[in-house]
């Protein structure tokens, strides 16, 4: 029978475990943005830290929105807990031209923009295996939706499978234009299991979504 660990050695075992333990959740968050890294905040805002460190949570930007789209965090967490950020499926960036939430903003947390094509809250990424367009059902919502209609979102005929005469009409995203007002997410007809687009704030790893959706729509139903 095996003796009982020594009170050093168990002491010496729980330590270990509870490195592993914050180890492993280390790595979980590196590879997933946080919570705040996710977040969309409003135009002319640059990455997480550059505008954490300038926003001052006055609601300026709140205020001079028309459209009421900025709204304050409302969390739980201190350190973002109401900064302004957008909930895009309730009510998306309508990309003012003059861009009035940046004008407001007393301490250039919001950066100026010289025109709303500079806009980059985020890139939209469309999840192919449950927009109605890539499933055969012809459907242009997010596509007439955007405000930079054939520069942001474009129009992709592709052929279906097994089927010579008709082809699909797919929405495709150019990550180089996107803005990420978040207009196709508002008006995206589908809700169930989820909305087939959605915002990424940050742009590598919405190219690395999209060629990942590329990869399994095309392998699933497509070609």
């Known amino acids: 029978m095996a003796g009982k660990a020594a009170p050093g050695e168990r002491g010496f075992r729980a330590q270990a475990a509870i ?40 609601g300026r930007c709140m205020e001079a ?21 957008l909930d895009v499926r309730a009510q998306a960036c309508r990309l003012c031209e003059d861009l009035p939430c940046i004008a407001a903003c007393p301490t250039e947390a919001l950066h100026a923009l010289t025109s709303r094509e500079e806009v980059r809250m985020g ?28 520069s942001a979102i474009a129009i992709e005929l592709r052929p279906r499978r097994g089927d010579s005469t008709h082809a699909l009409f797919e929405p495709i995203v ?31 790893r919405a190219v690395a979504r999209i060629e990942e959706e590329q990869a399994r729509s095309f392998a699933g139903f497509d070609a």
């Open 174 to 204: 150019n990550v180089e234009a996107c803005t990420g007002c978040g207009l196709c997410v508002q008006r995206c007809p589908v809700s169930d299991p989820v909305v087939a687009v959605e915002i990424v704030r940050d742009k590598a």
């Open 19 to 58: 490195a592993a333990v914050a180890a492993s959740a280390a790595a979980a968050m590196a590879a997933a943005p946080s919570r705040a890294d996710a977040a969309i905040r409003p135009p002319g805002a640059r990455d997480e830290g550059d505008f954490a460190a300038r926003c001052i949570r006055c």
């Open 123 to 150: 890139v939209a990424v469309i999840r192919r295996d449950v927009c109605l367009a890539v499933r055969g059902m012809r459907c242009e919502v997010c596509y007439r939706a955007c405000p930079l209609i054939d």
């Open 65 to 85: 929105c028309p459209y009421q789209a900025i709204h304050a965090d409302a969390g739980l967490n201190a350190a973002t807990a109401g900064m302004p950020l």
